[in-house]
């Protein structure tokens, strides 16, 4: 059984930092993209950063280009995500995905995620 679990969110104020991880269990670790996507209320899901399973940058939000870091442990069977110069807009539940390259699709499918963790950036 999958099991992708999220740590790290919480409550801070603009221009603050947070390190999310992702510990992942029940895959392959080390063959398979993983990606930090997030949702704000009434909003879309977004992506927010993903990467290969040698570490390779797939791509990154333009929103957070330059202040977020994705990176990843294939040791610790974990993933995560550097978060500087937070700003209110940041605030979402931040999910954790795992994910393949299919080639019918021609693109990382993701098919397994965690439960999310919450980041709230005050002004």
């Known amino acids: 059984q999958v099991q992708l679990v999220e740590s790290g969110g919480g409550l801070v104020q603009a221009g603050d930092s947070l390190r999310l991880s992702c510990a992942a269990s029940?895959?392959?670790?080390?063959?398979?993209?993983m990606g930090w996507f997030r949702q704000a209320p009434g909003k879309e899901r977004e992506l927010v950063a993903t990467?290969?399973?040698?570490?390779?940058?797939?791509s990154y939000g333009d929103s957070v280009k330059g202040r977020f870091t994705i990176s990843r442990d294939n040791a610790k069977n974990t993933v995560y995500l550097q978060m500087n110069s937070l700003r209110p807009e940041d605030s979402a539940v931040y999910y954790c995905?795992?994910?393949?390259?299919?080639?019918?699709?021609?693109?990382?499918?993701?098919?397994?995620w965690g439960q999310g963790t919450q980041v709230t950036v005050s002004s």
């Open positions: 995905a795992a994910g393949q390259y299919k080639r019918p699709q021609s693109r990382y499918v993701y098919d397994y």
């Open positions: 990467m290969r399973w040698d570490g390779g940058i797939i």
């Open positions: 029940g895959l392959t670790f080390s063959t398979y993209a």
